[in-house]
């Protein structure tokens, strides 16, 4: 069955970076576009990150451009989120996603301390 598993997440310092791994597996990875979303405490679920079948497509919300960075290794079925010079706002659970199917990850949760 198609499974979604995120890692990576952690605590981490204003200005920090981390990096998010989702390993995919039960479908044909490089047959779909993935997406990254995140949750905060109180708030609806974002779309952050989206990378297209082969990578040569990305695109990212406002709030992360130049900070984020998406990408993706259909090899290791593997999709990765990069993400450097963390606010205390990128607080949240984030979750890899197949773009056109309804699975979600169980998300991994990432806390940057102020």
């Known amino acids: 069955q198609v499974q979604l598993v995120e890692s990576g997440g952690g605590l981490v310092q204003a200005g920090g970076a981390l990096r998010l791994s989702c390993a995919a597996s039960?479908?044909?990875?490089?047959?779909?576009?993935m997406d990254w979303y995140r949750q905060a405490p109180g708030k609806e679920r974002e779309l952050v990150a989206s990378i297209s079948t082969i990578g040569g497509t990305t695109n990212y919300a406002d709030s992360v451009k130049g900070r984020f960075t998406i990408s993706r290794d259909n090899a290791k079925n593997t999709v990765y989120l990069q993400m450097n010079s963390l606010k205390p706002e990128d607080t949240a659970v984030y979750y890899c996603?197949?773009?056109?199917?309804?699975?979600w990850g169980q998300g991994t949760q990432v806390t940057v301390s102020s």
């Open positions: 996603k197949i773009r056109t199917l309804a699975y």
């Open positions: 039960g479908f044909t990875f490089s047959s779909y576009a």
